[in-house]
């Protein structure tokens, strides 16, 4: 069984239109890591997502090399994503939309915290005027969501 068959299976039993509170795990069949896509509600076309996170089986060697990988590779968002900080002492790169979405003075953002172990991907809304930010979901196509975690786990 391949990834994709693994994830489309696990998306339609997740599809009721409500939301939900339990997130979609998956062993890559290919044994690259683990999956866990927190879903806020799937339909036929897609799913609103909290967070993607992946738990890698083997830790990165070159975490700068593999951050620059996944903003030139990742392209199934709304925005690329630019690599803004090497954490050296933390072990950890970060990853911010290159141009954020602006509605007025509310901007949103997708952000990525890469480990040599761990990845996680989230959208955040913030304000211009007001200190602060909040997590939102973000919408994805079943088959996008399915591409963005193929290239997030190569």
Known sequence: MT???ILLRKFAEARSGRPTQTPITVDDPHNRGTVTVDVEVCDTLG???RQIQIVRR??????AAAARRYADRV???L??????????ARQMALLRSDVPAAKGEDVSYYE?????TELKL?????NR????????AFALTNEALVKLLEDLLN
């Open 47 to 49: 799913c609103r997502v």
């Open 79 to 88: 925005e690329s994503l630019t690599l803004h900080e090497i954490d050296a």
């Open 122 to 126: 989230r959208r955040w809304k913030g």
């Open 112 to 116: 990525m915290t890469v480990t040599p």
């Open 75 to 77: 392209t199934g968002l």
């Open 58 to 63: 083997e830790p990165l060697t070159d975490l």
């Open 3 to 5: 990834l994709e068959s």
């Open 129 to 136: 005027n007001v200190s602060g930010r909040s997590q939102i």
